[in-house]
Protein backbone atom coordinates (compact mmCIF):
# COMPACT_ATOMS: atom_id res chain seq x y z
CA UNK A 1 0.00 0.00 0.00
CA UNK A 2 1.10 3.49 -0.56
CA UNK A 3 1.64 6.32 1.60
CA UNK A 4 -1.10 7.44 4.29
CA UNK A 5 -4.18 7.09 2.77
CA UNK A 6 -7.65 5.69 3.51
CA UNK A 7 -8.72 2.00 2.11
CA UNK A 8 -12.75 1.36 1.50
CA UNK A 9 -13.75 -2.51 0.87
CA UNK A 10 -17.42 -2.28 -1.27
CA UNK A 11 -18.83 -5.22 -2.01
CA UNK A 12 -20.48 -5.93 -5.03
CA UNK A 13 -23.74 -8.34 -6.15
CA UNK A 14 -24.83 -9.14 -9.00
CA UNK A 15 -27.54 -11.47 -10.11
CA UNK A 16 -28.10 -12.73 -13.72
CA UNK A 17 -30.31 -14.47 -14.89
CA UNK A 18 -29.97 -17.50 -17.96
CA UNK A 19 -31.27 -16.84 -20.96
CA UNK A 20 -31.69 -20.79 -21.52
CA UNK A 21 -35.50 -21.44 -20.96
CA UNK A 22 -36.33 -24.93 -21.14
CA UNK A 23 -39.80 -26.15 -20.78
CA UNK A 24 -40.46 -27.33 -17.18
CA UNK A 25 -37.15 -25.86 -15.73
CA UNK A 26 -37.52 -22.74 -13.74
CA UNK A 27 -35.00 -19.89 -14.79
CA UNK A 28 -31.22 -20.22 -12.96
CA UNK A 29 -30.20 -17.51 -11.61
CA UNK A 30 -26.81 -17.18 -10.77
CA UNK A 31 -25.12 -14.79 -8.01
CA UNK A 32 -21.51 -13.15 -8.18
CA UNK A 33 -19.77 -11.49 -5.09
CA UNK A 34 -16.93 -8.95 -6.07
CA UNK A 35 -15.10 -7.50 -3.67
CA UNK A 36 -13.34 -4.07 -4.81
CA UNK A 37 -11.04 -2.13 -2.64
CA UNK A 38 -10.98 1.61 -3.18
CA UNK A 39 -8.86 4.01 -2.34
CA UNK A 40 -10.24 7.50 -0.09
CA UNK A 41 -8.38 10.83 1.11
CA UNK A 42 -7.77 10.51 4.64
CA UNK A 43 -8.31 14.57 4.37
CA UNK A 44 -9.96 16.05 1.31
CA UNK A 45 -7.79 19.07 0.71
CA UNK A 46 -9.70 20.36 -3.04
CA UNK A 47 -13.05 19.31 -4.47
CA UNK A 48 -12.96 20.22 -8.34
CA UNK A 49 -16.56 21.32 -9.22
CA UNK A 50 -17.33 21.20 -13.21
CA UNK A 51 -21.13 21.04 -15.10
CA UNK A 52 -21.43 19.53 -18.21
CA UNK A 53 -24.16 20.13 -20.98
CA UNK A 54 -24.45 18.39 -24.43
CA UNK A 55 -21.80 15.88 -23.93
CA UNK A 56 -19.17 15.47 -26.68
CA UNK A 57 -20.73 18.88 -28.57
CA UNK A 58 -21.63 20.68 -25.02
CA UNK A 59 -19.79 22.77 -22.94
CA UNK A 60 -17.97 22.04 -19.36
CA UNK A 61 -17.98 25.03 -16.85
CA UNK A 62 -16.42 24.78 -13.53
CA UNK A 63 -18.48 26.33 -10.22
CA UNK A 64 -15.58 29.03 -9.59
CA UNK A 65 -15.19 29.93 -13.63
CA UNK A 66 -11.68 29.15 -14.25
CA UNK A 67 -12.70 26.30 -16.73
CA UNK A 68 -15.02 27.32 -19.12
CA UNK A 69 -14.94 25.50 -22.47
CA UNK A 70 -17.19 24.54 -25.50
CA UNK A 71 -16.28 20.50 -26.54
CA UNK A 72 -15.90 19.20 -29.88
CA UNK A 73 -16.02 15.38 -30.66
CA UNK A 74 -12.12 13.97 -31.58
CA UNK A 75 -11.25 14.21 -35.04
CA UNK A 76 -13.55 17.12 -36.21
CA UNK A 77 -13.33 20.46 -37.11
CA UNK A 78 -15.08 21.85 -34.26
CA UNK A 79 -13.54 24.87 -32.30
CA UNK A 80 -13.43 23.14 -28.98
CA UNK A 81 -11.41 20.55 -27.43
CA UNK A 82 -12.98 17.21 -26.01
CA UNK A 83 -12.37 15.22 -22.41
CA UNK A 84 -9.26 12.92 -24.06
CA UNK A 85 -7.13 16.14 -24.35
CA UNK A 86 -8.43 17.18 -21.01
CA UNK A 87 -7.99 14.26 -19.25
CA UNK A 88 -4.28 14.23 -20.59
CA UNK A 89 -3.74 17.80 -19.67
CA UNK A 90 -5.13 16.80 -16.12
CA UNK A 91 -2.98 13.64 -15.84
CA UNK A 92 0.16 15.02 -17.24
CA UNK A 93 0.02 18.38 -14.89
CA UNK A 94 -0.91 15.92 -11.69
CA UNK A 95 1.91 13.34 -12.50
CA UNK A 96 4.70 16.45 -12.84
CA UNK A 97 3.34 17.91 -9.47
CA UNK A 98 3.77 14.40 -7.94
CA UNK A 99 7.18 14.17 -9.46
CA UNK A 100 8.55 17.20 -7.88
CA UNK A 101 6.66 15.88 -4.25
CA UNK A 102 8.99 12.56 -4.90
CA UNK A 103 12.20 14.18 -6.26
CA UNK A 104 11.72 16.30 -2.79
CA UNK A 105 11.59 12.94 -0.76
CA UNK A 106 14.76 11.31 -2.53
CA UNK A 107 16.49 14.79 -2.33
CA UNK A 108 16.72 14.59 -6.44
CA UNK A 109 17.03 18.39 -8.23
CA UNK A 110 14.89 18.23 -10.94
CA UNK A 111 15.48 20.03 -14.12
CA UNK A 112 13.62 22.96 -14.94
CA UNK A 113 13.14 21.70 -18.55
CA UNK A 114 11.14 18.72 -17.03
CA UNK A 115 8.45 17.86 -18.90
CA UNK A 116 5.52 15.29 -19.57
CA UNK A 117 3.96 15.03 -22.64
CA UNK A 118 0.33 12.65 -22.53
CA UNK A 119 -1.22 11.12 -25.21
CA UNK A 120 -4.70 9.43 -24.10
CA UNK A 121 -6.15 7.01 -26.64
CA UNK A 122 -10.30 6.47 -27.07
CA UNK A 123 -11.39 3.53 -28.75
CA UNK A 124 -14.13 0.55 -29.00
CA UNK A 125 -13.69 -2.49 -26.57
CA UNK A 126 -16.90 -4.83 -27.01
CA UNK A 127 -19.53 -3.04 -26.12
CA UNK A 128 -18.14 -0.32 -24.65
CA UNK A 129 -15.26 2.54 -24.87
CA UNK A 130 -11.82 2.23 -23.35
CA UNK A 131 -8.63 4.65 -22.85
CA UNK A 132 -4.71 4.07 -23.11
CA UNK A 133 -2.34 6.26 -21.86
CA UNK A 134 1.48 6.95 -22.68
CA UNK A 135 3.36 9.37 -20.51
CA UNK A 136 6.55 10.66 -21.80
CA UNK A 137 8.55 12.00 -19.55
CA UNK A 138 11.61 14.57 -20.29
CA UNK A 139 14.29 14.47 -17.36
CA UNK A 140 17.00 16.20 -19.07
CA UNK A 141 20.64 15.82 -17.19
CA UNK A 142 19.32 13.16 -14.40
CA UNK A 143 21.00 9.68 -14.64
CA UNK A 144 18.70 7.07 -16.64
CA UNK A 145 18.71 4.87 -13.22
CA UNK A 146 17.78 7.68 -11.10
CA UNK A 147 15.03 8.92 -14.03
CA UNK A 148 13.43 5.39 -13.94
CA UNK A 149 13.14 5.31 -10.16
CA UNK A 150 11.53 8.46 -10.22
CA UNK A 151 9.45 7.63 -13.02
CA UNK A 152 8.20 4.45 -10.79
CA UNK A 153 7.90 6.04 -7.54
CA UNK A 154 6.12 8.94 -9.18
CA UNK A 155 3.31 6.29 -10.32
CA UNK A 156 2.72 5.24 -6.84
CA UNK A 157 1.90 8.54 -5.09
CA UNK A 158 0.33 10.76 -8.37
CA UNK A 159 -3.59 10.72 -8.34
CA UNK A 160 -4.74 10.07 -11.51
CA UNK A 161 -1.78 6.82 -11.84
CA UNK A 162 -3.43 5.46 -8.70
CA UNK A 163 -6.84 6.26 -9.71
CA UNK A 164 -6.27 4.32 -13.24
CA UNK A 165 -3.97 1.67 -11.62
CA UNK A 166 -5.47 -1.72 -13.30
CA UNK A 167 -7.62 -0.43 -15.27
CA UNK A 168 -6.67 1.25 -18.37
CA UNK A 169 -3.39 0.13 -19.64
CA UNK A 170 -0.31 2.67 -19.27
CA UNK A 171 2.84 2.86 -20.59
CA UNK A 172 5.20 5.18 -19.09
CA UNK A 173 8.87 5.96 -21.29
CA UNK A 174 11.95 8.51 -20.61
CA UNK A 175 12.45 10.59 -23.26
Not at 56 to 83: C, E, F, I, M, Y
Not at 103 to 121: G, H, I, S
Request: neutral net charge; hydrophobic residues 35%.
Amino acid sequence: MGIGHEIDRVRVGVVTTSSAHRPGFHSQHNFFQQEYIMNRPEKVIYTAKVHTTGGRVGSSRSDDGKLDVKLTRPGTSGAGTNPEQLFAAGWSACYESAMEHVARRMKVALPADLAVDAEVDVGPNGAGFDVAVRLNVSLPGIAPDVAQRLIEATHEVCPYSRATHGNIAVETKLV
